[in-house]
């Protein structure tokens, strides 16, 4: 599966950005997917996953009651709906998918799409 990030770009602290990371090759139906971010300097370390099937959700500490994960697989597309973000939101952000329904990790991998949130 190959998988297309988009959606980010700079706003200021406070605003908010929805990213998408739309899916080719495979139906993302049967996939579970991540979304992750890698600031300068810093590792790159998880943000949201949305599972296959039930879709569950779950999320970074830093992020929760903040950002949010949907899928519609109708068009194929994982969204991350980002609100309130902050400086330290600033990151490249990645999506990912794995057949795994709780995957240890994800073996597709899209580009990044930069965020950058000014003070």
């Known amino acids: 599966v190959q998988l297309q990030a988009s959606g980010g770009g700079l706003v200021q602290a406070g605003g908010s950005l929805r990213l998408s990371c739309a899916a080719s090759?495979?139906?993302?139906?049967?996939?579970?997917m991540g979304w992750f971010r890698q600031a300068p300097g810093k590792e790159r370390e998880f943000v949201a996953r949305?599972?296959?099937?039930?879709?569950?959700?779950n999320y970074a500490d830093s992020v929760k009651g903040r950002f949010t994960i949907t899928r519609d697989n109708a068009k194929n597309t994982v969204y991350l709906q980002m609100n309130s973000l902050q400086p330290e939101d600033t990151a490249v952000y990645y999506c990912?998918?794995?057949?795994?329904?709780?995957?240890?990790?994800?073996?597709?991998w899209g580009q990044g799409t930069q965020v950058t949130v000014s003070s």
């Open positions: 990912a998918a794995s057949p795994q329904f709780y995957p240890r990790t994800y073996e597709y």
């Open positions: 090759g495979r139906t993302l139906s049967g996939y579970t």
């Open positions: 949305i599972t296959k099937i039930d879709g569950r959700t």
